[in-house]
């Protein structure tokens, strides 16, 4: 039972596109939303988060959007750059949840010079 | 900068071992988690701890066991390994719950990849 879910294993963009990056959700408890990035033969990192209170949040070239009627968030990359390729990880919580983290599977995004 | 370190970046063991991945943080961070990562499935919290000497079960525990001997370290063990326990294993660490819940700082080791023959 997959509380989150990153339904795109892989993604191709051009560089300097955009790169929109996807993740659903199911439990409607969760209020706080990450999206943290991992390269190869490392530890993910954060990125990025959203509170279930706004439905944007924009840091630099990201922004995360949040549709909770959808509960459906997204990160936007723009524009895309070499250094972009990793793999994406979107994570959720919720208050009281005992300092567990709900992970998706990741996207792997590859960025084409 | 917040380092998280892992003793082992990568290991080979025969099925029956025992194991004993470590992993000490610099921060003087309260919390610390192990997590396992496998394709398609994301990351799976296996333990997580927010003292020295305690531990809590994450969703994965069965067939692993912790220590938490020192507030900087954090051992993962393997009593038995099995060939289903081969995996990346992630080890982090935060300074609170409101942490993660503020800023989503969860820092993360670089990882072990164990592979259990």
């Known amino acids: 039972d997959q509380q989150v879910k990153q339904n795109s294993p892989s993604l191709s963009v051009q560089e300097g596109r955009i790169s929109i990056l996807n993740c659903d959700y199911t439990n409607s408890m969760f209020d706080y939303f990450l999206w943290y990035k991992k390269y190869p033969a490392e530890g993910p990192t954060f990125l990025i988060s959203?509170?279930?209170i706004k439905d944007k949040n924009e840091d630099g070239r990201f922004t995360v959007f949040l549709n909770k009627s959808a509960k459906h968030l997204s990160l936007h990359i723009v524009p895309s750059q070499p250094g972009d390729s990793a793999v994406y990880f979107c994570?959720?919580?919720?208050?009281?949840?005992?300092?567990?983290?709900?992970w998706g599977a990741g996207t792997k995004l590859i960025i084409k010079p | 900068d917040v380092k998280v370190t892992q003793s082992s970046r990568y290991l080979v063991k025969r099925t029956g071992e025992k194991v004993f991945l470590e992993c000490v943080q610099d921060?003087?961070?309260?919390?610390m988690f192990w997590y396992r990562q496998d394709p398609g499935l994301g990351l799976r919290l296996i333990y997580f701890s927010y003292d020295v000497k305690m531990k809590e079960k994450g969703d994965i525990p069965e067939g692993y066991s912790v220590s938490r001997e020192k507030k900087e370290r954090f051992s993962l063990i393997l009593e038995s390994a099995s060939t289903n326990q081969t995996s990346m294993y992630l080890c982090a660490s935060s300074s609170s719950i409101t942490d993660i819940q503020d800023t989503g700082e969860l820092f993360f080791g670089e990882g072990s990849r164990l592979t259990v023959l």
């Open positions: 994570a959720a919580s919720y208050m009281d949840s005992n300092y567990q983290l709900i």
């Open positions: 921060m003087d961070h309260e919390n």
């Open positions: 959203i509170s279930s």
